[in-house]
């Protein structure tokens, strides 16, 4: 037998009265009595359901205090100096404030984007072009020719088209425009300064000229895209296939031929044979043409 100090005793039957595991006898207040284990556990396991109980009412009143506290942030970022225009300043309030937008888009959803190419491209995944397109909205989408020559950038452009969005390249781009159902315009607040924010639009004026920029635009743009090209998939040979993934990667005849172990003439007679193949006069042409097919 175990004999311990009575101090220890002391706080050990202290523990006990606490919990409700010893109490005073009926017949002698001044004696106690141990609780029959069954008895109470089960008051422990009562109280402490009941203290779980309170503490997850008060998280939920946590959530909801920060839910008004969120609301009320977003309120003091976005000024609203008329009915038909909102300033969103900063990036980041821009960026959440046009997904909420995008989300209550119902028809059509155009996009002139001026954009680097790691500013632009999501993961395919969690694109929200992507889900505009499962929601059946139209989607319209011009990019500058710079971010379709690289790889990255026509797989994105040719998933939108699998997905059936149509999306055009052009040179240059005057500014970032986002036309959602023709009813709201979303412009960029400072053109040279991409971080510093957004203006939504919505008077009938604004709309009427974004919509013919947007529409200029489109209508120059190059189509890098056509229906049949979804049920093209005429094979490639290994080779072409190397070449082809290469010449997406920026990679020179010379890099090819010394890369694929071949000669110089033979990387350049590949290159050639698939320009034909393809319809291209460029490199940039033969890029396209290859990303409709899904080639590279």
Not at 73 to 93: P, Q
Not at 220 to 228: G, M, N, Q, Y
Request: net charge negative.
């Amino acid at each position: 037998m175990v004999k311990l100090p009575l101090a220890e005793v002391s706080r050990i039957m202290d523990e006990l009265r606490k919990l409700d595991l010893l109490v005073p006898t009926w017949t002698d207040p001044d004696a106690e009595h141990a609780v029959h284990p069954r008895v109470g556990l089960s008051g422990l396991v009562e109280r402490r359901r009941s203290e779980l109980n309170r503490q997850l009412g008060e998280l939920r009143e946590a959530e909801s205090s920060a839910e008004v506290i969120a609301e009320q942030y977003n309120e003091l970022l976005t000024s609203r100096s008329s009915g038909d225009v909102e300033v969103l300043k900063g990036r980041a309030n821009a960026t959440r404030r046009i997904e909420e937008l995008g989300l209550k888009a119902r028809e059509s959803f155009w996009g002139m984007i001026p954009a680097h190419i790691d500013d632009t491209i999501h993961p395919a995944e969690t694109s929200p072009d992507l889900l505009l397109l499962e929601r059946g909205v139209r989607l319209r989408t011009i990019y500058l020719q710079n971010m379709t020559v690289s790889k990255p950038g026509l797989d994105y452009a040719a998933t939108l088209h699998r997905h059936g969005g149509e999306v055009r390249a052009t040179p240059t781009l005057p500014m970032r425009l986002l036309i959602i159902d023709r009813e709201i315009a979303i412009m960029a607040m400072d053109p040279e300064n991409p971080v510093a924010g957004a203006v939504i639009h919505r008077s009938p004026g604004v709309l009427a000229l974004a919509s013919a920029l947007f529409d200029s635009y489109w209508s120059r743009a190059v189509e890098l895209f056509s229906p049949e090209d979804r049920d093209n998939n005429d094979p490639l040979t290994p080779h072409e296939a190397e070449v082809l993934r290469l010449l997406a990667g920026g990679a020179k005849d010379e890099q090819v031929a010394r890369l694929l172990g071949i000669s110089l003439r033979t990387a350049r007679r590949i290159t050639a044979n698939l320009s034909d193949r393809l319809d291209a006069t460029s490199r940039f042409e033969l890029g396209v043409a290859a990303a409709k097919r899904g080639w590279v």
